[in-house]
C-alpha cells in the first residue's frame, strides 16, 4: 500500500459539476483530494480486504440472527422494545439489503480490522462506484498511470444487477427515494441510486423525508400524494424507530431499503458481539460493552457510543483518559470500547478503508484522509488504483 503525490487533473472541477458531484468541496473545504491516489497491489486487494470483506459480512449476519431471537440483546443493542417484533419479522423475511460499508484498518501489512459497520445509511457511494472510476480512465490517459492500471471497483455494476434482482422479485411497483432536503451529499448519494435503479428497469421517484405524510388508512405518501410500496431512504433506522414517524411502520406495508433489522447491523452494540461469537478472529479488535469487566484503564482503547454517525462523539483513550475526542450528541444509549487499531499514516494523514458490500459480495473501495485519527463527515475522499 502506497501514496503517491501527484498533479490533480486540470478539468476535474468542471467534471464533477458536468456530473452532477454537487459536493466535491464543503464548506470551503475539498472533499475530493485527487492531489494524491493509494496504491495496492492485487494480492492485497484480494487476500487482505476482498476475502475479509465478505467472510466479516457473513459473521455480520449471524450476529444479526443472534441478536432478533434474544430480547436481552435487543434490549442491549438499544431498538426500541415496540419495534422489536418489526425488526426480528423483517429478519425472518429475509427482506433483502442493498448495501453497507465496513471501515476497517489497514496499512497494506497483516489483517485489516473493522471499526465498524455501516449498514443502513453509508454515503461515499457515489465517489467510490462513479467518479474515482472516471478519474482512473482519465490517469491512463493522460500517461499518470500506466494502461495495467486498475482499480477495485465492480460498484456501480453491482448495485444495477441488485436493482434487476429486486425488480424480479418485487410487485410492480414504483421504487421511491428518499433523503433529508438540506443535505446536498445525501441527495447526490439517493440520486446516483435513483440512476443505477432506473438503469435496473425501475420506474423511479423522489421525495424528501420531511415531506413523507401519511394517508386516511395510516398508509405513507410520498409529496405529489402517491403511496409508497417500496422505498429507499437514506434516513437512520435509530432515528425512524424513535420518532411519531416509526409508528406507522409495521402496517404501512412499504418494503425498505435498508430493511427495519439492518438496525441491528448499523450499530455500534455489533462490535462487542462479534468478539464474543468469533473471538480472537484476526480481522476483529477486543471489543466490550462499557459497563462490562474489561481493561480499557490501561493501554489504548476507542470508546464508541452505541449509536453515532460521521465519527461523532468518539474518543481516543490512554490508560483511561482521553487523548483525542470528537464532539457530539449521541451516546444517549450507551457506550462500547474497542481496542485500538492505528490506521495507515503517511505524512500527517491517516487513512481509513470503505470496503464496500452490495448483497453479500464485496466490490470495491474507498479511502478517506484526515489530520485527525478519528474519520469524520469532512474527511477527504482520495482515490486508488491497483498497480504490481
Same mark, same amino acid.
Given at each position: 500500500m502506497q501514496r503517491h503525490l501527484v498533479t490533480p487533473r486540470s478539468h476535474w472541477q468542471q467534471q464533477a459539476e458536468e456530473y452532477g458531484f454537487d459536493f466535491h468541496t464543503m464548506y470551503?473545504?475539498?472533499?475530493?483530494?485527487?492531489?494524491?491516489?493509494? /496504491?495496492?497491489?492485487?494480492? /492485497?486487494?484480494? /487476500?487482505?480486504?476482498?476475502?475479509p470483506t465478505e467472510e466479516l459480512g457473513q459473521m455480520c449476519l449471524q450476529a444479526v440472527d443472534k441478536v432478533v431471537n434474544s430480547e436481552q440483546l435487543l434490549?442491549?443493542?438499544? &431498538?426500541?422494545?415496540a419495534h422489536w417484533d418489526t425488526v426480528a419479522r423483517a429478519w425472518r423475511l429475509n427482506e433483502p439489503s442493498l448495501y453497507?460499508?465496513?471501515?476497517?484498518?489497514?496499512?497494506?501489512?497483516?489483517?485489516a480490522k473493522l471499526l465498524e459497520n455501516n449498514a443502513d445509511t453509508p454515503t461515499s457511494l457515489y465517489e467510490s462506484g462513479f467518479f474515482q472510476w472516471l478519474w482512473l480512465e482519465d490517469r491512463i490517459k493522460d500517461g499518470t498511470l500506466p494502461a495495467s492500471a486498475d482499480q477495485f471497483n465492480s460498484i456501480q455494476e453491482q448495485l444495477i444487477k441488485r436493482f434487476a434482482t429486486f425488480k424480479k422479485e418485487w410487485p410492480p411497483v414504483a421504487l421511491h427515494f428518499a433523503s433529508c432536503e438540506e443535505s446536498i451529499e445525501d441527495r447526490g448519494t439517493v440520486q446516483y441510486l435513483q440512476d443505477c435503479a432506473e438503469e435496473a428497469g425501475f420506474n423511479t421517484i423522489y421525495?424528501?423525508?420531511?415531506?413523507?405524510?401519511?394517508s386516511d388508512k395510516n398508509e405513507f405518501l410520498d409529496s405529489n400524494g402517491?403511496?409508497?410500496?417500496?422505498?429507499?431512504?437514506?434516513?437512520?433506522?435509530?432515528?425512524?424507530?424513535?420518532?411519531?414517524?416509526?409508528?406507522?411502520?409495521?402496517?404501512?406495508?412499504?418494503?425498505?431499503?435498508?430493511?427495519e433489522w439492518k438496525s441491528v447491523l448499523s450499530n455500534k452494540a455489533l462490535l462487542p458481539l462479534l468478539w464474543q461469537m468469533f473471538p480472537n478472529h484476526p480481522n476483529l479488535l477486543p471489543a466490550y460493552f462499557?459497563?462490562?469487566?474489561?481493561?480499557?484503564?490501561?493501554?489504548?482503547?476507542?470508546?464508541?457510543p452505541i449509536y453515532s454517525?460521521?465519527?461523532?462523539? &468518539?474518543? &481516543?483513550?490512554?490508560?483511561?483518559?482521553?487523548?483525542?475526542s470528537s464532539g457530539g450528541a449521541y451516546g444517549e444509549e450507551g457506550f462500547i470500547i474497542q481496542a485500538y487499531q492505528p490506521l495507515a499514516k503517511f505524512g500527517d494523514d491517516n487513512a481509513l478503508i470503505g470496503s464496500w458490500?452490495?448483497?453479500?459480495?464485496?466490490?470495491? &473501495?474507498?479511502?478517506?484522509?484526515?489530520?485527525?485519527r478519528i474519520t469524520q463527515d469532512l474527511s477527504r475522499f482520495i482515490p486508488h488504483c491497483i498497480l504490481d
Open positions: 470551503g473545504e475539498p472533499y475530493w483530494d485527487e492531489s494524491r491516489y493509494y /496504491q495496492f497491489s492485487l494480492k /492485497q486487494i484480494e /487476500q487482505d480486504l476482498e476475502d434490549q442491549r443493542f438499544a &431498538i426500541p422494545e453497507a460499508r465496513l471501515d476497517l484498518a489497514y496499512d497494506g501489512t497483516g489483517p421525495t424528501a423525508i420531511e415531506q413523507i405524510g401519511l402517491e403511496l409508497i410500496r417500496a422505498c429507499f431512504k437514506l434516513y437512520p433506522w435509530e432515528f425512524m424507530l424513535r420518532e411519531e414517524f416509526g409508528d406507522f411502520v409495521p402496517k404501512a406495508n412499504v418494503r425498505w431499503l435498508e430493511p462499557a459497563d462490562e469487566a474489561h481493561r480499557s484503564d490501561s493501554g489504548l482503547w476507542v470508546k464508541k454517525r460521521e465519527g461523532a462523539n &468518539i474518543a &481516543i483513550l490512554e490508560n483511561g483518559k482521553p487523548l483525542e458490500l452490495i448483497g453479500d459480495n464485496a466490490a470495491g &473501495i474507498s479511502v478517506r484522509e484526515d489530520h485527525s
